[in-house]
């Protein structure tokens, strides 16, 4: 593996003379924000998922506070990520859509604590297409369009290209701890620690290779969803699993003959990333699943069953290693006695469907995918084993931090701080918000999800498609979860939708979201059906 460049490093961290040791600043503490790309809190069983246990991840929520009701404001990787970056919704930040740049010359959270006296880091995906501000080192993953490859991935190191030998989850672990070891350890850091995994086309570390081939995993309840009763957006989407889902890229139903004939195939570009013996392995696993799709003669429902099995054993698998990598990083701040000093923050981009409604990805509104994991730990302000139910957003990740850190939070930020919700063990002031508020941009695009915005209170969720529909959906989440039963202009509902209406407009208001329906300045211009997968 190459190693980190450290005469970029602040010179204090190697300046120290012999009788001279650095002081540590124990008044502020450190900050690991763990994000992972479409992870979703049904794989996870410290929320109770049912597929796969994560045993590491269920330590962070154990010995620290489980948010219930966390929320991306738009589920999309690089928007969600801009959002998460300077507290702001995506009309505001610029970073609107995955065809987007951001404007890395704009206020972010990393660049506030690295004034602040901060030692800053991001290390692994970061998918904004622009060169990282506010950070003293930064080493992002950059093929695929800044998707990252899993295996033998390349890198830009602080401006540097590298390409690192192995699977990618591991190696952005190495590099996080060889990063801590040699940071400045007079400063207290921030680390930005953002794995690839488990985006698509879930290609699992070469000892995951085949480990649920021959695990049958529980299927969703809306698995076979026929979308009665609802409107265009969920019967036009292009995420499916019976039809979106590729025989090559993602159920990885070719042979190296096959791919060896057709070397401009995509899967082909990144199994050739792979070393010989892992090569073997792959083929060897994977002939099963070829033999039983062409041999099976499978149809209909049995299909679909079939292809979620498929999905289920590559995409968990890869949050396998995510979990033994968030253990390693775990056990080695608690080897340097940093583990309690340290605010751990895990989350993900966005949810995931795993299967719900008959899906995969994410875009929608819709629970699964709008509902994000977010779990933290930091003993000396967090009680172990606390639970909260409070509204939150992916744009109050940004003042949290800056609160816990003691720095002033501008008057900008459009997010609140969770920490009176975090250090009061889950239980939210009585003045918190009363509604998240949600806006996807991304159509016409790959997936075909319809523009919409909405609000998610505790108990309702309002919903509105628009640009090439005007359509509205409302569900009652207390007793249709599922959001199956779409109550918009359902009579027995007008006083609970008039309010609904009223409230959006209030939250519109005060996030400055003046033209939602993009009426007076589109946002998007041309089809972006064509564009890479992100």
Not at 318 to 331: C, K, P
Not at 383 to 408: H, Y
């Amino acid at each position: 593996m190459n190693r980190l460049s450290y005469t970029l490093l602040p010179l204090t961290a190697l300046g120290f003379s012999a009788c001279t040791s650095p002081k540590k600043e124990v008044s502020r503490p450190n900050i690991i924000f763990m994000m992972t790309d479409d992870h979703t809190t049904q794989a996870m069983s410290c929320y109770g998922g049912r597929l796969i246990q994560t045993p590491n991840m269920d330590r962070i929520a154990n010995e620290g506070i489980r948010m219930d009701n966390c929320y991306a404001v738009n589920a999309l990787s690089g928007p969600s990520r801009a959002c998460i970056l300077t507290g702001k919704f995506s009309h505001m930040n610029g970073f609107t859509d995955n065809a987007s740049t951001f404007d890395g010359s704009q206020q972010t959270f990393p660049k506030l604590l690295q004034a602040a006296g901060y030692q800053t880091s991001v290390i692994g995906k970061w998918h904004l297409i622009a060169e990282p501000q506010g950070f003293d080192y930064w080493c992002i993953l950059s093929g695929q369009h800044e998707q990252g490859d899993y295996y033998n991935p390349d890198f830009i190191e602080n401006g540097k290209h590298v390409v690192e030998q192995g699977y990618v989850t591991d190696i952005v672990t190495d590099k996080a701890i060889e990063y801590l070891e040699h940071r400045d350890k007079s400063k207290p850091f921030c680390m930005m620690y953002h794995q690839k995994a488990p985006h698509r086309n879930w290609m699992p570390a070469p000892r995951h290779l085949g480990m649920f081939n021959n695990t049958t995993f529980p299927e969703s309840g809306t698995l076979f969803d026929t979308y009665e009763g609802r409107g265009r957006a969920a019967k036009e989407q292009d995420m499916s699993i019976e039809h979106t889902l590729t025989d090559d890229w993602d159920l990885k139903l070719l042979t190296r003959e096959e791919m060896l004939k057709d070397t401009t195939n995509r899967l082909y570009q990144v199994y050739k990333r792979m070393p010989a013996a892992v090569q073997d392995k792959w083929d060897s696993v994977y002939a099963q699943r070829i033999s039983e799709y062409r041999n099976g003669n499978l149809k209909g429902n049995a299909l679909i069953s079939w292809k979620y099995q498929q999905y289920m054993r590559d995409y968990l698998a890869t949050v396998v290693a995510v979990d033994e990598n968030i253990g390693r990083l775990l056990n080695y701040l608690e080897r340097t006695g940093e583990l309690d000093n340290t605010i751990i923050v895990y989350t993900s981009d966005q949810g995931f469907f795993l299967g719900e409604h008959g899906w995969f990805d994410k875009r929608f509104m819709y629970e699964e995918c709008q509902r994000m994991p977010m779990i933290v730990r930091y003993p000396k302000a967090i009680k172990a084993g606390s639970t909260s139910n409070a509204i939150a957003m992916n744009i109050d990740f940004a003042p949290t931090f800056l609160d816990f850190a003691g720095v002033e939070i501008p008057d900008d930020i459009q997010g609140e701080s969770l920490k009176p919700v975090l250090t009061n063990e889950g239980n939210a002031p009585a003045d918190w918000r009363k509604a998240a508020y949600y806006h996807y941009y991304e159509y016409p695009a790959e997936h075909s999800v319809k523009r919409h915005y909405g609000i998610r209170t505790t108990d309702f969720k309002l919903i509105h498609f628009y640009n090439d529909v005007d359509e509205w959906e409302m569900y009652d989440m207390q007793n249709d979860p599922h959001e199956l039963n779409n109550l918009y202009g359902n009579p027995e509902y007008t006083a609970k939708q008039a309010e609904l209406m009223l409230l959006l407009k209030e939250v519109q208001e005060q996030y400055k979201d003046n033209d939602p329906d993009e009426r007076i300045t589109e946002l998007f211009k041309g089809d972006r059906r064509f564009m890479e997968n992100r």
